[in-house]
């Protein structure tokens, strides 16, 4: 599965490069569309579950950034993206990771740095994100999920702040998203044999923390 993403991701991310020149600001252009693909490590903040660890995950999507005056701009993306956390609970029952498929739209106000340059940004902004699906896994189960659709919110919302890169065909972009909402909805884990998964505190707190490093094109 992993590799298939991987294989996803530079296939796309050579098409996007390809077609690239037509997505520049050029001239007096108050628009810019295009793909962004990217990285990020994840975890599961809060008391609803054990200890976490970072997990990696993957995005995918489209922006539209538009230019105003006096250096500042505004960008929305699309982006389905992958998150969660690792686990260090090893037995038939326990898990060892949760992974949740996000859309994410991003509403961010970028400012250059530089007066009269778009090389070097900061930006900062919120995002509401859908959840569409959870997965979690554990080591009896192997790779098949040990639970799906677990009991989380459907839509949680972020802060949003780091910093841009752009050049003439591409660009690079680092942010971290802070989760503001308890996820959590009750959890009800329980495996496909109907025992329960755990230890949990189902009225525990649930935050998502993401650092994402992403391409755009």
């Known amino acids: 599965m992993i590799n298939i993403k991987i294989s996803l991701f530079v296939i796309l991310s050579f098409f996007a490069i390809n077609k690239a020149k037509s ?15 990217g990285i990020s ?16 995950g993957y995005s995918l999507g489209l922006y539209y950034r538009y230019k105003f005056k006096n250096g500042f701009h505004f960008q929305t993306e699309f982006t389905p993206a992958i998150r969660g956390a690792r686990f260090n609970n090893k037995s038939d029952t326990g898990y060892q990771k949760i992974n949740l498929l996000y859309i994410d739209l991003s509403q961010i106000i970028i400012k250059d740095l530089i007066k009269n340059s778009n090389t070097h940004c900061m930006l900062a902004g919120i995002q509401p ?6 997965w979690v896994y554990n080591s009896y189960f192997q790779l098949s999920p040990a639970a799906r659709d677990i009991a989380l919110n459907g839509m949680d919302f ?10 003439k065909s591409f660009g690079i972009q680092s942010m971290v998203k802070l989760g503001l909402t308890n996820i959590n909805r009750g959890l009800n884990m329980h495996d496909h044999n109907g025992k329960r998964l755990g230890p949990t ?11 994402e490093l992403s391409l755009t094109f």
């Open 23 to 37: 997505q520049n600001y050029v001239g007096d252009d108050k628009f810019k569309a295009g793909l962004k693909a």
């Open 158 to 167: 972020f802060v949003v702040a780091g910093y841009q890169y752009n050049k």
């Open 201 to 211: 505190n189902d009225k525990g707190k649930i935050h998502n923390f993401s650092w």
């Open 41 to 56: 490590i994840n975890m599961l903040n809060g008391d609803a579950f054990t200890k976490s660890y970072i997990v990696r």
């Open 129 to 134: 994100s859908v959840l569409l699906q959870s």
